[in-house]
């Protein structure tokens, strides 16, 4: 008798094992500042800006009436498309950096979007050399976006999972297209379809929005993701993630939640405002905004009905800071992101990294 009772109380107790999670699958954004190679790009004037200075040199007056093509002569830009040093040591450190930055996570994401990547070889570069034996067998670059109006950056993905289909990108201000507010060509928004471990299927869409004061095309950008989001069944698992550019002050006046709430996205907890924690840093008025986010679809939440076996951890959104490369730190020793120098290869990016956990459903 004593000994079946044991066994019952052994059974008892191993029943809730039964329930433990499997391990999550994770979904991190990362803007990773300008990673171009150092080769010329033909069809893109832009990128001569990454080029070694013995190379801008050897150009001569050809490479400073190029840089003056597109840059405002005695502008930051065009100063740095002069004098930049893009040479193969500052892309490999750069490149190899980023692999540390990422390696060093606790958790290494089974889905990376990677927006400011060049073209499709950088992030082959980065799986190869830097991510090495992590098997990401899925990269997504398709290099599609207006390279005159965006130094021709893309939004990448590279991913553990296997894709379904053909992965597509989305332009969201044509060039020459009519739009309401006079918007510029900005960068495509990638459409991937990934296979999860249990065979459903989940959307990714990488974005990147109109920065700083081009306020009203980041909303607009945002309508044609919400657009672009309804194709596809109310049901399905989609994820948004990228740089979203939306600052603390889009989000302290509700604008973001607005748009959020039209395309039925949840959102983190997390985003409320401009102080810490924050994606990136404004030093000018010394705010922190996540410019860089997750958004999932109603499918994904755990509170609501859905036939997803997998749901959204908006709880566990937090930017991951686990590298001595990523600090930077002001004379009263607060931390924000280092950005990368080519001067002397320091740093990571002007960015941190951003990641959401997604669970089976018990
Ligand atoms: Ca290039
Ligand atoms: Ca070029
Ligand atoms: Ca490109």
């Given amino acids: 008798m004593k000994s079946l009772l044991l066994g019952a109380t052994i059974l008892g107790l191993a029943m ?11 979904v991190v954004s990362y803007n990773v500042q300008n990673l171009f190679d150092t080769i010329d790009d033909e069809n893109n004037p832009q990128d001569d800006t990454y080029l070694s200075k013995e190379e801008k040199e050897a150009r001569g007056k050809e490479h400073e009436e190029a840089c003056e093509s597109y840059n405002e002569k005695g502008s930051h830009y065009y100063k740095q498309c002069i004098e930049l ?68 950056i893309d ?22 297209d009519e739009n309401t507010h006079d918007c510029k060509p900005t960068r495509d928004i990638v459409k991937a379809e990934f296979e999860m471990p249990d065979g459903e299927s989940m959307y990714v869409f990488g974005v990147h929005f109109p920065s700083g004061a081009a306020y009203q095309c980041r909303k607009d950008a945002m309508e044609v993701l919400n657009k672009e989001r309804a194709k596809l069944p109310e049901d399905a698992n989609v994820v948004a993630a990228g740089d979203f550019n939306f600052n603390c002050t889009d989000v302290q006046n509700g604008e973001f939640q607005a748009l959020a709430r039209e395309g039925h996205w949840s959102y983190p907890p997390e985003i409320v405002g401009c102080a810490a924690p ?53 004379a009263r020793n607060k931390v924000r992101p280092k950005r990368f120098d080519a001067d002397n290869n320091q740093g990571a990016s002007d960015h941190w990294p951003v990641l959401m956990r997604f669970l089976r459903r018990f």
């Fill in 16 to 26: 809730p094992a039964a329930y433990a999670q499997d391990k999550p699958v994770t």
């Fill in 85 to 152: 040093n893009w040479g193969e040591e500052s892309y490999s450190k750069k490149l190899m950096t980023l692999g540390e930055v990422i390696r060093s996570f606790p958790e290494t994401p089974d889905i990376l979007v990677l927006p400011e990547t060049e073209n499709k070889q950088v992030l082959d570069d980065l799986v190869n050399k830097a991510l090495s034996g992590l098997d990401y067998k899925s990269v997504v670059q398709l290099d599609t976006s207006n390279n005159e109006h965006n130094r021709g």
């Fill in 155 to 176: 939004v990448g993905i590279i991913s553990r999972l296997p894709l379904k289909g053909e992965p597509e990108t989305i332009t969201v201000f044509g060039e020459g």
């Fill in 278 to 330: 924050g994606s990136a840093f404004y030093y000018r008025d010394q705010s922190w905004s996540f410019l860089d986010m997750i958004l999932v679809s109603s499918a994904l939440r755990p509170d609501q009905d859905s036939n997803s076996t997998w749901f959204a951890d908006l709880g566990s959104f937090h930017t991951v800071v686990t590298h001595p490369r990523q600090y930077a730190q002001d």
